[in-house]
């Protein structure tokens, strides 16, 4: 079958070239201007205009896309938080164990996003929770941007009177002349490697979100800062100690270009097995996969479930020096340019094994497949979470009904019982 590059949004030469090499490698494709395409892989601006009421275009059955229709339920960083934010108060009130708190009414196993305020909209309880721990440093990120683009540091609340049309109301100018942002309490005390600041870069594919059934891949990476890392508040205005952003770190001038300030998943695996131990190190990744299914689970009631839809996510986690890891943002769209011959050859296989999953055996596409491919089409994917599978087994039935205990991760046990408990994906 056919793709139609012409119609393609590609951000850049290498994602184009890379994309097309990997479709003609099958013999799926050629690549053609004026002929009928079947596989499309889009920007999610394209995929807006596809699925919006004005155009009235309707997908085939031998049509699939990359991205679900509103994606942005868990990749736009206001939406991200309030759809965990609502999961959290529906386990409440069903009762769940899974949201259960302690003393201080903090979650035990629902805290994985640190505390976030919508701006302007939640400025006055920003201002109350700021005013509880006044020496707090915050982050703010405009909601619908990526890169770094437009995020700064602030640890005064005089550094955010500008947002405010008057601070004596803390009323805030409309919404359609200053963009919303929102508000997170800065992780300021992350795990260090060599001094300096890293977080992960995991992908996750989704295949369909009811029943929910999502892939976690093997290869993501770390992107470390070029400058060692410093609370001191004299540094917050220096992104390059602060923010990991590839496209912020490669004007540093510390920037490696042969390494690109990365290390794989594995390397650091290994890094935490060797200092901190192995079973602690099994423990922190088992709780990232537990974060990623449970922000899966939080949109996966909102999210338009289309069946010629699937999604690679990019998941962005930091992890604190207790060993906790944190949900920062998700990425509709993460990078597939390649900065290192390392990033090359990840984000082919990434692509790769993609595709193997989105479209088995190399065959015309059928979005009305049970979308459960064979294991040996997986390639460096692993089944993270299958809904029907965990349903079949009463995994989360069982869960339910045990409170107190942890929500299950991979091989880990209950904080509370040092028992071993059921894990909720496998």
Known sequence: FRIMAGKVKWVTDIEKSVLINNFEKRGWIQVAENEDWNFYWMSVQTIRNVFSVETGYRLSDDQIVNHFPNHYELTRKDLMVKNIKRYRKELEKEGSPLAEKDENGKYIYLDFVPVTFMLPADYNLFVEEFRKNPSSTWIMKPCGKAQGKGIFLINKLSQIKKWSRDSKTSSFVSQSSKEAYVISLYINNPLLIGGKKFDLRLYVLVSTYRPLRCYMYKLGFCRFCTVKYTPSTSELDNMFVHLT?????????????????????????????????????????????????????????????DKHCFECYGYDIIIDDKLKPWLIEVNASPSLTSSTANDRILKYNLINDTLNIAVPNGEIPDCKWNKSPPKEV?????????????????????????????????????????????????
């Open 245 to 305: 952003n590839v496209a912020i770190q490669k004007h540093g001038d510390d920037y490696n270009h042969i390494h690109g300030g990365k290390w794989t998943v594995s390397n650091l695996r290994l890094y935490l097995e060797s200092t901190r131990g192995k079973e602690v190190t099994n423990k922190l990744f088992d709780e990232i996969h537990w974060i990623i299914v449970q922000s899966l689970k939080a949109v996966a009631p909102v999210m338009n479930n």
């Open 378 to 426: 997986l390639g460096n994917y692993e089944v993270l979470y299958d809904e029907e599978m965990a349903q079949g087994d009463g995994t989360d039935r069982d869960l339910r009904g045990r409170p107190g205990q942890s929500p299950g991760v991979k091989g880990s046990r209950a904080r509370d019982s040092g028992k071993p408990v059921l894990t909720t994906w496998k």
